[in-house]
């Protein structure tokens, strides 16, 4: 069964210093997303894309925060300048459609990359 | 605008005894809803998902949950807990492109 893969497991990175997350989507999928969930509160949305371009970002994903599709497999999240804040699970999703077909909204989630900032 | 309330942050239940986890929802149009599960150090796992087909919802593992608009609910179920269902879940409403998840309501199963 496809599924939603998310490179690195872990990253520890000293504050100020730029990383970036990786994820590759399900290969048919054309929206993709990624969400963060600070340890012990609730999963936020933080930006959508599609058709290289941002959908929908929250206020969260201020320009310290950036997002790409380099390729045809891989979206990444890029954080330029991190901050102990920025510590927190990061999942990658993607789906097929979205908007009006309600029932394929489903979106289906990586496993996560954990970010600890020092 | 769209928002989630999970009314429980915490329910404990004996093995065997029903499950109950409550979320009413908050949507300007036709929502999608979805309820899942978060096992500790784990990703996301979907459990069921309502998408305007029927009101009751089968998921996995035994679980399902009603859509009822007029209360605006959709409250998650399970007839016999079982020692791996403590997990953290989450009930989600999508309109268009993203999901609103709630805040979590942390199961706890007790032998």
């Known amino acids: 069964e496809p599924e939603v893969t998310q490179t690195p497991s872990h990253q520890v990175t000293q504050m100020g210093q730029e990383v970036i997350l990786r994820c590759v989507p399900i290969s048919n999928h054309l929206y993709f997303y990624w969400y963060r969930q600070i340890l012990g509160q609730k999963v936020e949305f933080l930006v959508s894309?599609?058709?290289?371009?941002?959908?929908?970002k929250s206020e969260i994903f201020d320009d310290q925060f950036s997002v790409e599709r380099p390729d045809g497999s891989n979206f990444t999240l890029k954080i330029r300048s991190t901050k102990l804040e920025d510590s927190a699970m990061y999942f990658c999703a993607s789906t097929r459609l979205a908007g009006a077909l309600s029932s394929y909204n489903e979106q289906f989630f990586g496993p996560g990359t954990r970010l600890t900032v020092l | 605008a769209q928002s989630v309330t999970q009314l429980d942050s915490h329910v404990s239940v004996s093995e065997g005894t029903p499950v109950l986890l409550r979320c009413n929802y908050s949507s300007s149009y036709s929502p999608s809803l979805f309820w899942y599960v978060q096992h500790p150090n784990k990703g996301l796992q979907l459990l069921l998902k309502?998408?305007?087909?029927?009101?009751l919802v089968k998921g996995i593992n035994g679980f399902e949950a009603e859509f009822k608009k007029s209360e605006t609910s959709f409250h998650l179920t399970k007839p016999s807990a079982h020692m791996s269902d403590a997990a953290e879940y989450f009930c989600?409403?999508?309109?268009?492109?993203?999901?609103?998840f709630g805040t979590g309501t942390r199961l706890k199963v007790l032998a």
């Open positions: 309502y998408t305007s087909a029927a009101t």
């Open positions: 989600v409403v999508s309109e268009t492109y993203k999901y609103i």
């Open positions: 894309f599609y058709n290289n371009e941002i959908s929908e």
